[in-house]
């Protein structure tokens, strides 16, 4: 079942100490973390180039996304050969 609400939810998950952080930051000048990420919305929104240009040098390395990849998932037992590519 979807869910009811207007505006779905965005979840990410910073490292602990990057959020805490970031947190203190903003609660320091009485902001909010879904404020601030709304606000970067809207930075983007107005001047993508501008904005992505500012954050090129933040931006975190790529994730791995899914499942770890088995070694070799033909194999079944280790002395076994792994199947010859047939290209």
């Avoid at 602990?16 to 903003?26: H, K, N, P, Y």
């Avoid at 606000?39 to 931006?59: K, R």
Wanted: some cysteine; aromatic content about 4%; glycine content about 4%.
């Amino acid at each position: 079942m979807s869910s009811q609400h207007r505006d779905p939810a965005l979840t990410i998950r910073p490292p602990a100490d990057l959020r805490q952080a970031v947190t203190g930051e903003l609660n320091e000048r009485n902001l909010e973390v879904q404020a601030f990420v709304v606000a970067c919305f809207n930075a983007l929104m107005a001047d993508p180039d501008g904005f992505l240009g500012d954050l090129s040098e933040h931006w975190p390395d790529k994730k791995p996304r899914g499942r770890p990849r088995k070694a070799d998932q033909a194999r079944t037992h280790p002395d076994q050969e792994a199947p010859q590519d047939p290209r």
